[in-house]
Nanobody
Framework: VQLQASGGGLVQAGGSLTLSCVASGSTFEKLAVAWFRRAPGKEREWVSCVAAGVRASAGTTGYASSVKGRFTISRDNAKHTVYLQMNSLIPEDTAVYYC?????????????WGEGTQVTVSS
């Protein structure tokens, strides 16, 4: 699976951005897709994940506490795309954002990674 993340940019604090992660291949609905981020000088942080669309937990989502209530993850299986709607952005959200896919929303199961997209939030 090849993943392509896009949608990053420069935004003022309080603003919004929507990131997109487009996946290649014909089995997109069977993939869980997660977003991670890495801020300068910090370790990679799990942000959110949406479960595969064919299991009992289809479409189940999860969020890191740092973004819960501000970020929303969603998927469009027809477009092979997962979105991360980011609202009420704060400077601490500044990072390179990556998407990753696998069978389930567990870091050890996310084997395919896309190149990142830079998000910069100015104060």
């Amino acid at each position: 699976v090849q993943l392509q993340a896009s949608g990053g940019g420069l935004v003022q604090a309080g603003g919004s951005l929507t990131l997109s992660c487009v996946a290649s291949g014909s089995t997109f609905e069977k993939l869980a897709v997660a977003w991670f981020r890495r801020a300068p000088g910090k370790e990679r942080e799990w942000v959110s994940c949406v479960a595969a669309g064919v299991r009992a937990s289809a479409g189940t989502t999860g969020y890191a506490s740092s973004v819960k209530g501000r970020f929303t993850i969603s998927r469009d299986n027809a477009k092979h795309t997962v979105y991360l709607q980011m609202n009420s952005l704060i400077p601490e959200d500044t990072a390179v954002y990556y998407c990753a896919s696998g069978a389930v929303c567990h870091t050890n199961a996310l084997h395919d990674w896309g190149e990142g997209t830079q998000v910069t939030v100015s104060s």
